[in-house]
């Protein structure tokens, strides 16, 4: 049968290998950064202009589909999945390394569909890697496929994970209790790319056993957690229920004896929903 989001996969690969080229090419520029929840919540013109190129392009191609963009949010725009097909977009994910020129920047496209996604594309576009998946046709990077490690020892585990951007002392003090847990089981390592996106493609290509993270949000995710279950990984909730794209919490591990085990150790919290505009 044929496979009816293939021309949206297609259009999403090539729109994020030029959105890539720009991001690459600004790099060589200044980067006048601004902020936007908090001083270390940042943006530049380059998020905004590599968003909206490829808001554009889709536009031209698919005028009914829906946007949910993490600069247009940001610009007031609502952020609600719906089960229309729904471009869910990080035109930027690592926006702090692209700043500091720290060389992990993703661009981060997924797809989804009666709120299921159809396929994610995750385009590290300095170490030129494109990441794809399409829901049951498995994961590939730069066309070769994926596979999660096979280890199920969590002492025997790299677990990559992220300090985020909320400096709110309380939840600063959950985090650091979370990941004194897990380096205490004891694990061989934490690491942390400095983006979602690009963490749970180290998952889905088996450089890590797990990354887990609490106030990520939709657009860092969506791509990737598709990339990670169609390499064989698991998605679940920080409280071991099933991921919810919108509850800004995950962990994407290579099995469930790792991901429940990663759970265990987690002291979870809810920052607020991405679906809850006023408490954003
Ligand atoms: O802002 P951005 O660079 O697109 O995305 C951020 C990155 O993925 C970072 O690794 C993660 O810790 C934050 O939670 C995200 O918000
Ligand atoms: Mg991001
Ligand atoms: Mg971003």
């Not at 951007?165 to 205490?184: K, Y």
């Not at 002291?267 to 929903?273: I, L, Q």
């Amino acid at each position: 049968m044929a496979d009816v989001w293939q021309t949206a996969m297609d259009h999403a690969v090539g729109a994020a290998r030029r959105a890539g080229q720009v991001v690459r090419e600004a790099l060589q520029d200044d980067r006048k950064v601004m902020t936007k929840s908090s001083s270390v919540d940042l943006v530049t013109q380059t998020d905004q202009k590599v968003e909206q190129l490829i808001i554009q392009s889709v536009k031209e191609k698919f005028p009914t589909h829906r946007f949910i963009g993490e600069e247009s949010v940001a610009a007031g725009e609502s952020c609600v999945l719906t089960d229309a097909p729904t471009w869910i977009i990080d035109p930027i994910d690592g926006t702090t390394n692209f700043v500091h020129a720290f060389p992990f920047v993703a661009v981060s496209i997924g797809f989804s569909v009666n709120k299921q996604v159809e396929f994610g594309v995750v385009f590290s576009c300095l170490e030129d890697k494109m990441f794809t998946a399409r829901r049951g046709k498995g994961a590939f990077c730069n066309g070769e496929p994926l596979q999660v490690s096979d280890q199920e020892d969590i002492k025997q585990s790299i677990i990559a994970t992220e300090f985020g951007s909320s400096r709110d002392p309380d939840a600063v003090d959950r985090i650091f209790s979370s990941l004194r847990n897990v380096l205490c089981i004891p694990v061989h390592g934490v690491r942390g790319a400095g983006t979602a996106a690009i963490n749970m493609c180290l998952v889905a290509s088996g450089c890590v056993e797990a990354y887990y993270e609490i106030g990520i949000h939709v657009w860092d995710i969506a791509a990737g957690s598709l990339i990670v279950s169609e390499a064989g990984g698991v998605l679940m909730d920080v409280d071991g229920g099933p991921l919810d794209l919108m509850s800004r919490r995950i962990v994407a591990a290579n099995s469930r004896t790792i991901a429940e085990r990663i759970v265990r150790e987690i002291d979870a919290f809810g920052p607020p929903r991405d679906d809850e505009p006023l408490r954003r």
